[in-house]
């Protein structure tokens, strides 16, 4: 497991005037990459990227969403769409990054979308969709995601202690298609763990549909997923890649939700090809 520490760590000021907290890696004059990261996750899932040759020549940021890591955690602060857009926002603009490919997992698909909404597509130059999702799920798409979230949902939101640390263990089950280790296992636990069961059950409570921006998204867009992903299905790639005609996909086999962790240096070669011909 890598040590290796930030250039830099910044507390920025978000909606609603939380704290976020964010972590600046690699090359500083390099094409800026803001990862954002999917729910009760953080800023250390990026590990593989921050310390890989990407930073060789990209200024890398990472940043805990509010609710998670070591950003701040109020109670109620995440039902309206535009405070996740101005948290992306702020970190752009208070750390002056010039146009950045926003790279996306899971939950931070819907992020994504709340920031373009709202500020639209000027000052971002690509967007990376991985194990993304962008719509809640209803009748009409519960082939997006898959009955085994959907039946532990209530269980991540539980105040039992016993009930959500089992709750979490199948989740990051899920999570990949071979068995974590138990240094990754461990070190994955540590950061869902801190996530307070309130903002889960907020998560989950949003209602979103965002289907007529992304018909009409004009960005380059790589969409990334694993082909046995056991969170967010491959249809919801598919689907995004029909929404976006101009996207291009890349399908990962024998890999669940988190590609840029189970495989990573395919996943940091893609990135690196997309960036660098934006």
């Known amino acids: 497991m890598s040590n290796k520490k930030p250039l830099k760590t910044y507390k920025v000021v978000g909606g609603n005037g939380i704290n976020l907290h964010v972590e600046e890696y690699?090359?500083?004059n390099g094409t800026p990459l803001l990862?954002?990261?999917?729910?009760?996750?953080?800023?250390?899932?990026?590990m593989k990227q921050t310390d890989s040759e990407l930073a060789d020549d990209f200024r890398i940021v990472t940043m805990d969403l509010r609710g998670h890591g070591w950003s701040d955690k109020p109670e109620n602060?995440?039902?309206?769409?535009?405070?996740?857009?101005?948290?992306?926002?702020?970190?752009i603009h208070s750390l002056s990054l010039n146009r950045p490919v926003l790279v996306g997992w899971s939950y931070a698909g819907y992020v994504i979308c709340d920031y373009i909404r709202t500020y639209g597509e000027a000052d971002v130059r690509g967007i990376h969709l991985v194990g993304a999702c962008t719509r809640s799920i209803t009748a009409n798409n519960?082939?997006?995601?898959?009955?085994?979230?959907m039946e532990l949902a209530p269980l991540l939101s539980s105040n039992d202690?016993?009930?959500?640390?089992?709750?979490?263990?199948?989740?990051l089950a899920l999570c990949v298609y071979k068995k974590h280790s138990p240094q990754d296992y461990y070190f994955f636990l540590g950061f869902n763990a801190i996530v307070p069961p309130h903002i889960n059950s907020a998560l989950f409570a949003r209602t979103i549909d965002n289907q007529d921006l992304l018909s009409k998204l004009k960005l380059p867009i790589l969409i990334t997923h694993?082909?046995?992903?056991k969170v967010v299905t491959k249809t919801a790639a598919q689907r995004h890649a029909q929404l976006i005609?101009?996207?291009q996909t890349s399908f990962y086999h024998?890999?669940?939700?988190?590609?840029?962790?189970?495989?990573?240096k395919r996943f940091n070669a893609e990135l690196r090809h997309f960036a660098k011909h934006l």
């Open 26 to 28: 690699g090359n500083p």
């Open 35 to 46: 990862f954002i990261h999917g729910a009760l996750q953080s800023r250390l899932c990026w």
């Open 77 to 91: 602060a995440y039902a309206d769409s535009s405070v996740w857009a101005k948290d992306i926002h702020a970190v």
């Open 142 to 149: 519960e082939d997006e995601t898959t009955k085994e979230l």
């Open 161 to 171: 202690a016993a009930t959500r640390i089992g709750s979490l263990e199948k989740f």
């Open 226 to 229: 694993g082909v046995e992903d």
């Open 245 to 247: 005609s101009h996207a």
């Open 254 to 264: 024998h890999v669940g939700h988190t590609p840029f962790w189970e495989a990573d």
